[in-house]
């Protein structure tokens, strides 16, 4: 199955090794389409069939199966809210870092709450801890579509030594 | 999984996704250990027995 990511950074760059290495295609979604040309040519160059690696612009339609979200934790809910109902029947994969990267001393998302639901970005979500005073984010009701989601977090720490 | 496996990685489908909350919290206690132990951010957890 070909994969998308709608990121074009480091962890993208990781995961797309990875997928074009088994023989699949991979499309990177960017807001900086220079940056993920440069990428997908690298990953191009190491293709050895048929596989591709290619780019788009992040607000382009999603063809493939399985989708990479590896943007930063705060620009998932733009991409819930632009690509929501297209997601429905594909293959997720949420890698994105839900630390407070200023305090370090805390997750954005709750404890003992599921599946990694998410608050509205912005004020709300450092002030208000409160589950009830938030209503559900197009993100929380877009997770909900994806019954076969795993996290690929899960998955790459099972990483074995790179074997090419 | 396919996929995942076709990369050259080995798939673990570790159980329903609302697990992924308390292995979040893991990966987050995993990056506040880095500093103190002199460990980059290519560190893991191994699950070991």
């Known amino acids: 199955l070909n994969a998308t990511s709608t990121g074009a950074g480091n962890m993208a760059r990781g995961i797309g ?3 074009v290495a088994g023989g699949n295609s991979v499309r990177f979604l960017a807001l ?3 940056r993920a040309d440069g990428l997908a040519s690298k990953l191009q160059d190491q293709a050895q069939e048929g596989e591709t690696a290619t780019t788009s612009s992040l607000g382009d339609p999603i063809e493939n199966d ?6 930063p934790y705060r ?3 733009s991409v819930a809210e632009r690509y929501g109902p297209e997601l429905s029947g594909k293959v997720g994969a949420d890698i994105t870092n839900a630390s407070d990267r200023e305090s370090m001393d805390r997750l954005f998302t709750h404890a003992g709450s599921s599946p990694r639901p998410r608050r509205s970005p912005g004020s709300s979500l450092a002030r208000h ?6 209503p559900p984010s197009p993100a929380r009701s877009w997770r909900g579509r994806w019954p076969t989601t795993r996290s690929m977090c899960s998955l790459l720490a099972t990483k074995p030594a790179p074997n090419r | 999984m396919r996929t995942v496996e076709d990369g050259g990685l080995r798939p ?4 329903p996704l609302r697990r992924a909350s308390e292995f979040e919290a893991l990966k987050f206690f995993g990056i506040t250990q880095q ?12 699950l070991i027995s």
């Open chain 1, 129 to 134: 801890p409160s589950r009830r005073s938030t």
């Open chain 1, 17 to 19: 090794a990875r997928v």
């Open chain 2, 12 to 15: 673990i489908d570790a159980g």
């Open chain 2, 35 to 46: 500093r103190p132990l002199g460990l980059n951010v290519a560190s893991a957890w191994k």
């Open chain 1, 32 to 34: 900086d389409p220079e």
């Open chain 1, 66 to 71: 399985i989708v990479v979200l590896a943007v």
């Open chain 1, 75 to 77: 620009a998932v809910q």
